[in-house]
């Protein structure tokens, strides 16, 4: 489940950290200065593309559970009108797919 978040958080660091070791080397400092800097700039990129997108899709898990109860509510509270709903999207699905 975490290994997705921070895959792309990797791959999105990637990036910055090429920049970052570019205008290290451009600066002409050592190479374990190059080198700490890459990693560091790595490790903070990862982290934070990997908690952004975990928590991206943590929302919208909350946000569809919240749907979900919010529908089954409706759904035990007034049948007649879900009922109504129900027998009424297809044609409007229909109708959309013809236009």
Known sequence: EYLKSMVYGGMDGIITTFAIVCAVCGANMGPRTVISMGVASL???????????????????????????????????????????????PAVVETETRS
């Open 43 to 89: 490790v903070a990129d990862a982290f934070s593309m990997g908690m952004g997108d975990y928590l991206s899709e943590k929302a919208e898990q909350d946000f569809a559970l919240v749907e979900h109860k919010r529908v089954e509510t409706e759904t035990r509270s007034t049948p007649a009108v879900v009922e109504t709903e129900t027998r009424s999207t």
